[in-house]
């Protein structure tokens, strides 16, 4: 009786198992010659919770391609990236839905106003606890191109598809929908899924899905796919399919991850030994086929050497691949398992794959440097960096982010963090936080720990706070500071050695815990290089004294195996031998490095430049501290000898910067520089220049590119009197001290900037206010406005000087701020360049200087992809005269904007300029070769 009891039981379970589970059905048709797919499909959608919806809510994230004023378009944008913004109509993709149904009768629904990848359907009838809905849509996609995301159709007629059928929105206790933002994290609940494709003829079909029936007519094939508990919708037609299949008893790994040339036995040995790593430690995949793409790669690639030229290979071709696959696979097992919100805790995610990454090279190569075979090259054996383990670079990449207050709590959503953040710093401080807090557990814990919970939870719905709550029941430490400070806030790891007393018994020592936080440190008892003992101290608020045994100890080190992410290693160490052990030798090296914190290091750095047409080509020395690292102190002493002019110029600039967390004033700096350089043939100029600058952010949202700062400078000038020179003043020698406020909005789209500054001197002061406006509009027709005014609050300079007048073309940078190559030409090619300053003018007109008021306006516009056209107009005031009118216009040659320009004058005060004589002097250009300017291209993608 018993056992027939048991069995209805478990019958009766299994029943309400399998009719409570979520069921996709897609029947797609391709039309790959209109790029379209039309697809007929059923969702049968379980309410588990105990709450009665009336509404209900599905992703249609293919949609999120519809306009450029989508989610997924400003996300685009947002990163520099044009490609979607300038995209022509029949590239982008869209969803038209000719209805969804219930029981056959119509049901009203429409696209979120600013979502419209998401869909509000209104129930028929209520669906209440533990109860389903099944609705029936008929719709059609319009592929979209993948140069936006990868994913639509390539220029090789093949198929990327991810997120391309609808499907139902998670309810638990609130609709967990948000919008497609290119991040791969869309939340589903899992699902028995079948597909029935129709394609072509001449395509490959690859999914992760099981193959149940093919079907192969005249023109076309018929492919049946099924599969249970699946959240996995890729699916990819291919013309000359990649795809190799691995296969190890009732399991296979499919992938077209570039394999860089080796041999199919070692991809063979390769993956068997992957595969073996992750079923050890994460138990068997639920599924037959585990499905890796090189898009999956390069969307996560293993950073460091990988911006290297191709013809650069410092590992090993094996090592490289095995890396490739086991990073990709580790992420799409956990990402087809673990069943979390990924827009709102991918860092759970991100932290068990690289700390099994870094687990996997510790385990096969734990002798391979970060710069691989390069670290055995003669020269570079010298560099602190050679002696990186490749495990190293993972604090080494958070740390670019902590040292610019630039880094962003692990919970904060996906979609919330800056583009380094999101793919590189946050994922690497997640999987060195488990490495960190596994250090600090000990015996296995945490390993035993995630792979107990990851077993436990395979194919379940789970939370982060679920796996917090797992870990701290397997261990009696105290781990609530890793989900308290080191997880949800910025909080940086700072200790330092504050004060040693010893006992030939006994050293009592006191720690300093230099933030404000409650994380834990290692301490260190060694005798040369000797490990004599290690201690965990915790709960060090404001500072904390111990004493341990002697031991024969003779030196004291925190973080002594740099397990912990500290952001200053500096101060961690104490000699017990005497009073003069602790201070660090100096090192002098050749090319900047890595910070050693056992040593003051000073590097050195050859000059070869060409600043002016004065001096020439110039080689020197350059002296600094500044490592890889950014630090808060740093100096620069640069002499350099300049052949043209025959003397020694150069110059030299000490500061100091401090970051501020969590407030809207996040840097402050502060310093002195000082320059000595050519000005005119034979004349010399001194510049020194203390200053003061503060930069504030939005410090709740560091995606905004809203940045403002106010800098406060004092600039003493003493310049060689030039006789010769109708621009210069009859004083040689000046300061001026200056106050200016920036306000800067710098978008692909919209960009905006404006600036108030003032400046007073010994003779006059002035205000002036610059107004920057620049629209690219959707026809890739871009819109410049500029808008300058000034004045003079007090002038009592030379009235037959105009070297402190504001000017209309080509200001005399007085305060010698511009790059000029040739600043006091007035004729020649030096003379013609153009500085973006004051009235902004490219045509030299007769009156080219106001010293009372001026006020201009420059415009230009597309013409043609980079050629534009350009107009400036204005008034200028000089003192006794009657305000003028002065104007000029002429055409753009955009090459690189803000770095490389052309201007040709068409028609000014001057008349018809274009056909004027010497009309080649009249030309225009913008150059420069700033490497930090430069680099700005590539930091606005990322930071």
């Given at each position: 009786m018993k056992l027939r009891l048991l069995n209805c039981i478990l019958f009766f379970l299994i029943c309400f198992a399998s009719f409570s589970q979520n069921k996709i059905d897609v029947k797609a048709i391709f039309d790959t010659e209109n790029k379209q797919i039309k697809i007929s499909q059923t969702i049968k959608y379980y309410n588990e919770t105990q709450h009665e919806l009336q509404t209900i809510y599905l992703n249609d994230w293919n949609n999120s391609y519809s306009s450029k004023k989508t989610p997924l378009a400003i996300r685009i944008a947002?990163?520099?990236?044009?490609?979607?913004?300038?995209?022509?109509?029949?590239?982008?993709?869209?969803?038209?839905?000719?209805?969804?149904?219930?029981?056959?009768?119509?049901?009203?629904?429409?696209?979120?106003?600013?979502?419209?990848?998401?869909?509000?359907?209104?129930?028929?009838?209520?669906?209440?606890?533990?109860?389903?809905?099944?609705?029936?849509?008929?719709?059609?996609?319009?592929?979209?191109?993948?140069?936006?995301?990868?994913?639509?159709?390539?220029?090789?007629g093949d198929i990327n598809l991810r997120y391309w059928y609808i499907t139902p929105v998670v309810y638990n206790g609130k609709w967990q929908y948000y919008s497609n933002k290119n991040l791969d994290d869309l939340f589903i609940p899992k699902s028995d899924i079948t597909l029935e494709i129709e394609h072509p003829n001449g395509f490959t079909l690859i999914s992760e899905l099981d193959t149940n029936e093919i079907f192969q007519l005249t023109n076309k094939q018929i492919v049946k796919l099924e599969g249970k508990n699946r959240i996995n919708n890729k699916l990819f037609l291919t013309k000359n399919s990649n795809f190799n299949t691995l296969q190890s008893d009732n399991f296979s790994i499919v992938s077209n991850i570039k394999d860089g040339g080796i041999q199919v036995i070692d991809k063979v040995l390769i993956t068997e030994k992957i595969t073996k790593f992750i079923f050890d430690n994460f138990g068997e995949y639920p599924h037959k086929r585990l499905l890796l793409t090189q898009i999956d790669y390069d969307k996560a690639p293993i950073y460091g050497l990988n911006f290297l030229p191709k013809f650069i290979k410092p590992y090993p071709r094996h090592f490289q691949y095995e890396l490739k696959l086991l990073k990709t696979a580790l992420h799409n097992y956990l990402e087809n398992t673990l069943l979390i919100n990924p827009r709102k805790e991918q860092w759970l995610i991100d932290g068990i794959q690289i700390y099994y990454l870094m687990s996997y090279v510790d385990e096969h190569y734990p002798n391979m440097k970060f710069l691989g075979s390069i670290a055995n090259i003669w020269g570079v054996r010298s560099f602190h960096a050679a002696d990186m383990k490749f495990n190293d670079k993972y604090i080494l990449a958070f740390m670019l982010m902590a040292r610019t207050n630039k880094d962003q709590p692990l919970s904060m959503q996906k979609d919330s963090l800056l583009k380094f953040n999101k793919n590189i710093a946050n994922k690497y401080k997640a999987g060195i936080g488990f490495k960190y807090l596994d250090d600090f557990v000990n015996s296995n814990i945490i390993e035993n720990s995630i792979e107990a919970f990851l077993s436990e939870n395979k194919l379940k719905p789970t939370t982060s706070k679920e796996f917090e709550s797992f870990l701290k029941s397997k261990t009696n430490k105290d781990i609530n500071w890793f989900f308290n400070d080191y997880l949800t806030t910025r909080k940086k790891i700072d200790f330092k050695i504050k004060k040693v007393t010893k006992t030939k018994d006994s050293i009592t020592l006191t720690i300093k815990n230099k933030r404000d936080n409650n994380m834990p440190i290692s301490l260190y008892s060694l005798n040369n290089d000797s490990i004599i003992s290690k201690t965990w101290i915790e709960n060090i608020n404001g500072s904390k004294t111990v004493t341990l045994p002697r031991n024969n100890a003779n030196k004291l080190v925190l973080n002594y195996n740099s397990v912990i992410p500290e952001i200053n290693l500096r101060d961690n160490w104490k000699s017990l031998k005497g009073f003069f052990f602790n201070n660090k030798p100096l090192q002098f090296k050749l090319f900047k490095d890595l910070e050693n914190p056992n040593y003051s290091q000073v590097f050195f750095m050859p000059i070869a430049e060409f600043n002016n047409i004065y001096d020439g080509f110039t080689l020197g020395m350059r002296a600094y501290n500044k490592t890889i690292l950014r630090k808060l102190f740093n100096y620069k002493i640069a002499p350099q000898y300049a052949f043209k002019s025959k003397s020694l110029t150069g110059s030299a600039s000490i500061s100091k910067t401090h970051y501020l967390e969590n407030n809207n004033l996040y840097f402050i700096n502060y310093g002195?520089?000082?320059?000595?350089?050519?000005?005119?043939?034979d004349l010399f100029v001194r510049k020194i220049t203390p200053s003061l600058k503060l930069q504030f952010r939005e410090k709740d949202d560091l995606r905004s590119n809203k940045i403002k700062s106010l800098s406060f400078r004092y600039v003493d000038i003493h310049r060689d009197?030039?006789?010769?020179?109708?621009?210069?003043?009859?004083?040689?020698?000046?300061?001026?001290?200056?106050?200016?406020?920036?306000?800067?909005?710098?978008?692909?789209?919209?960009?905006?900037?404006?600036?108030?500054?003032f400046q007073i001197g010994k003779k006059f002061s002035k205000l002036a206010f610059n107004y920057e406006y620049r629209r690219l509009f959707e026809s890739n027709r871009q819109l410049n406005v500029r808008l300058f005014a000034g004045t003079f609050l007090k002038n009592s300079t030379d009235i037959n000087s105009d070297f402190f007048s504001f000017a209309l073309d080509r200001p005399t940078d007085y305060l010698f701020d511009y790059s000029y190559l040739g600043r006091s030409e007035s004729t020649g090619i030096f003379s013609q360049q153009y500085i973006d300053a004051?009235?902004?003018?490219?045509?030299?007109?007769?009156?080219?200087?106001?010293?009372?008021?001026?006020?201009?306006?420059?415009?230009?516009?597309?013409?043609?992809?980079?050629?534009?056209?350009?107009?400036?107009?204005?008034?200028?005031?000089?003192?006794?005269?009657?305000?003028?009118?002065?104007?000029?216009?002429?055409?753009?040659?955009?090459?690189?904007?803000?770095?490389?320009?052309?201007?040709?004058?068409?028609?000014?005060?001057?008349g018809w300029e274009i056909g004027q004589p010497n009309y080649d002097q009249k030309i225009r250009f913008k150059f420069t070769v700033d490497p930090q300017a430069l680099l700005g291209l590539f930091r606005r993608r990322w930071f």
């Open positions: 947002d990163e520099y990236n044009n490609d979607f913004h300038l995209a022509k109509n029949k590239d982008r993709g869209y969803s038209t839905i000719a209805s969804i149904k219930q029981n056959n009768q119509n049901l009203i629904f429409e696209q979120l106003k600013d979502q419209v990848d998401i869909i509000k359907v209104d129930l028929i009838t209520p669906l209440k606890p533990n109860n389903s809905y099944t609705i029936h849509l008929e719709y059609t996609v319009q592929i979209p191109n993948s140069k936006f995301t990868s994913y639509g159709l390539t220029n090789d002195i520089v000082s320059s000595y350089t050519s000005y005119a043939e009197e030039d006789l010769n020179n109708i621009l210069t003043t009859n004083e040689p020698n000046y300061s001026v001290f200056n106050m200016r406020y920036i306000y800067s909005n710098d978008n692909l789209i919209n960009f905006n900037k404006w600036y108030a500054d004051e009235g902004g003018f490219k045509s030299k007109l007769e009156e080219p200087y106001a010293n009372q008021w001026i006020t201009t306006l420059n415009t230009s516009t597309t013409l043609w992809r980079y050629i534009l056209a350009y107009g400036d107009i204005g008034f200028i005031k000089n003192k006794l005269r009657s305000p003028k009118f002065v104007y000029d216009s002429g055409i753009r040659v955009n090459l690189v904007t803000d770095y490389f320009e052309i201007y040709l004058p068409i028609y000014s005060n001057l």
